[in-house]
């Protein structure tokens, strides 16, 4: 089995897919954005994470799929000896061991989901702000390359790099 959960990992999207999936869903007016833009934000995040945890939920069933899939053989050994012995205990145990084994597969996606999603939570925020701004009318930019270094900690510049490094007052 050639790496299960990286596979199905590949299959989540990219933080600017799940945004430009929630932008086009959520299909936000001006006016609301421009009044309610804490709110915005708000609406924004839960969407967004709504739509990353049904990816995740697809990515947990297709690692079920593969898993399943490439154990076939001694998943039926393993049922059938214990449905041929007719002992509740022993199905029971035959069974816990076939769960335990995907057990411990689904932990490490897990742990590796909860590793994405820390990274993207940041980056989605960033984002979104600098979508909104832009959407209602208030140019502004994430600093990239050297001039993020010059800036260090700033993750938005308005209205853009150029006049933030020439006069960041």
């Not at 990515?59 to 998943?75: D, F, T, V």
């Not at 000896?81 to 995907?102: D, G, P, V």
């Amino acid at each position: 089995m050639n790496n299960p959960i990286e596979k199905v990992k590949r299959e989540i999207p990219s933080v600017d897919e799940i945004i430009n999936a929630t932008w086009r869903k959520l299909n936000f007016k001006k006016e609301f954005v421009w009044k309610k833009f804490g709110e915005a934000i708000v609406k924004f995040d839960e969407e967004a994470t709504k739509e990353f945890k049904e990816h995740e939920k697809r990515a947990l069933r297709k690692l079920a799929e593969i898993w399943i899939n490439s154990h076939q053989k001694q998943i039926r050994e393993k049922l059938k000896i214990a449905i041929e012995r007719e002992s509740q205990e022993e199905f029971i145990n035959k069974l816990s061991e076939i769960f335990w084994e995907f057990g411990l597969l689904v932990q490490r996606l897990e742990k590796d989901l909860g590793n994405m999603r820390k990274a993207r939570g940041g980056k989605t925020f960033e984002k979104v702000i600098v979508k909104l701004l832009n959407f209602i009318g208030v140019k502004c930019e994430m600093p990239k390359g050297k001039i993020k270094e010059k800036l260090k900690r700033i993750d938005i510049v308005i209205p853009s790099e150029e006049l933030a490094i020439k006069k960041p007052d």
